[in-house]
């Protein structure tokens, strides 16, 4: 391995590895927001 296949594979890793938080994120605060809504329309839901 010369050092340049070093830094290419480090650099790929490293665009994969932020890749995969942002879309591990995104889903999370998806399934937040989600529960979120129905947690408020359960307690101060539309039935008054």
């Known amino acids: 391995m010369t050092i340049g296949n070093i830094m290419f ?3 790929l890793a490293m ?4 890749i995969i938080i ?3 994120s995104l889903v ?3 399934i937040r927001k ?3 809504e ?3 329309n ?3 839901g ?3």
């Open 46 to 48: 539309q039935d008054n």
């Open 42 to 44: 359960k307690n101060y």
């Open 15 to 18: 665009i994969t590895i932020s």
């Open 38 to 40: 129905e947690y408020l």
């Open 34 to 36: 989600r529960r979120l």
């Open 28 to 30: 999370t605060s998806g």
């Open 22 to 24: 942002t879309l591990v």
């Open 9 to 11: 594979f480090a650099g």
